[in-house]
């Protein structure tokens, strides 16, 4: 059964960092595309970062030069550096792990972890 675990969300004053973490039990993690979505109240939710099985990345316009995606396919986990963190950056962010084959997609998605951004 696939579960990916998000964790690392919380409370944290504007300018600040968080690091989200992702821990997926997936097979053949290193061949999937990893990706950071999230979903501010009220709002679907957005794709936010992009860590290709490759590991090419990329960003939405919002959070270049704030965020960095990451991945350690030993650990089967993702990661998203927050750094310079703004009001607008709360919301609930979600993991996703997305592979495309010739007949089939696969896409799961994790639970969620609430980053809120206030003084």
């Known amino acids: 059964q696939v579960r990916l675990v998000e964790s690392g969300g919380g409370l944290v004053q504007p300018g600040g960092s968080l690091r989200l973490s992702c821990a997926a039990s997936?097979?053949?993690?290193?061949?999937?595309?990893m990706n950071w979505y999230l979903q501010a109240p009220g709002k679907e939710r957005e794709l936010v970062a992009i860590?290709?099985?490759?590991?090419?990345?990329n960003y939405v316009d919002s959070v270049k030069a704030r965020f960095t995606i990451s991945r350690d396919n030993a650990k089967n986990t993702v990661y998203l550096q927050m750094n310079s963190l703004k009001p607008e950056d709360t919301a609930v962010y979600y993991c996703n792990a997305f592979r495309r084959l010739p007949n089939n997609n696969y896409d799961y998605w994790g639970q969620g972890t609430q980053v809120t951004v206030s003084s």
């Open positions: 860590i290709s099985s490759g590991g090419s990345t």
């Open positions: 997936i097979s053949i993690f290193s061949a999937y595309a």
